[in-house]
């Protein structure tokens, strides 16, 4: 079946780069997205690519999508304390009106 | 702010009660979605609507059920509730009936005593 996973715990150091990884396996996603979750509060949507995309930048936030592969990374330049949260990726498919989410990576920036 | 409002915040009840959730979607989306926040199950799809019509089942159990009125905005019930229904339960919205861009609501916050 459809499986999106996710590292747990991702640790940084403010002003380093962070990037979080995402491993899918459905082959016929069509949209793949980022969300950001901080403490008690709901899903922020950071950014999201299209299948027929291998990189999309926006300001500090790079996604890379190796199709090949079914790998989807997310790049943080510039970490600040205030990115520290949990990052879902998630995957829809064009027709199937449901996304799939990944475990959620936690992200804590260390001052 | 997404845009999607959801309530009540918090709702505390007692096993084998019934609650009701209630969203509001972003003004111009047709779709509703609802999803399950717990701790060992993750984020799940639980049912879609578009303008008025389930769309989607995802894991919903029995025991839930939701609709979406002609304005737009949706409820979830949750009935006969049980220790493990205790989660956070997030309403997102969308523009139309496919796999667009999901833009989802501060959630309702469920503990079941």
């Known amino acids: 079946g459809e499986d999106v996973e996710q590292s747990l715990f991702l640790s940084v150091r403010e002003g380093d780069s962070s990037v979080i990884n995402c491993t899918y396996t459905?082959?016929?996603?069509?949209?793949l997205y980022w969300y950001k979750q901080e403490p008690g509060a709901g899903l922020q949507l950071l950014t999201y690519i299209f299948s027929n995309m291998d990189m999309k930048q926006d300001q500090r936030l790079t996604v890379l999508l190796n199709k090949k592969d079914k790998h989807l990374s997310l790049r943080i330049a510039d970490t600040q304390t205030g990115d520290s949260a949990i990052y879902f990726c998630?995957?829809?498919?064009?027709?199937?009106?449901?996304?799939?989410f990944g475990t959620g990576t936690r992200l804590k920036v260390l001052a | 702010d997404s845009g999607v409002t959801q309530t009540p915040k918090h709702l505390i009840t007692a096993t084998g009660q019934r609650v009701t959730l209630r969203c509001s979607p972003r003004?111009?989306?047709?779709?509703v979605y609802w999803y399950q926040q717990s701790l060992d199950q993750g984020l799940q799809f639980l049912i879609q609507y578009y303008n008025g019509e389930e769309r989607a089942k995802g894991n919903i159990l029995e025991r839930f059920s939701a609709q979406q009125f002609p304005d737009l905005h949706s409820e979830l019930n949750l009935s006969s509730l049980e220790l493990g229904d205790s989660a956070l339960y997030f309403c997102?919205?969308?523009?139309?009936?496919?796999?667009?861009?999901?833009?989802f609501g501060p959630g309702t916050r469920l503990t079941v005593l």
């Open positions: 997102a919205s969308s523009e139309g009936g496919r796999t667009d861009t999901q833009y």
């Open positions: 998630a995957e829809g498919t064009s027709g199937t009106y449901k996304y799939i």
């Open positions: 459905d082959s016929s996603s069509t949209y």
């Open positions: 003004s111009g989306d047709l779709s």
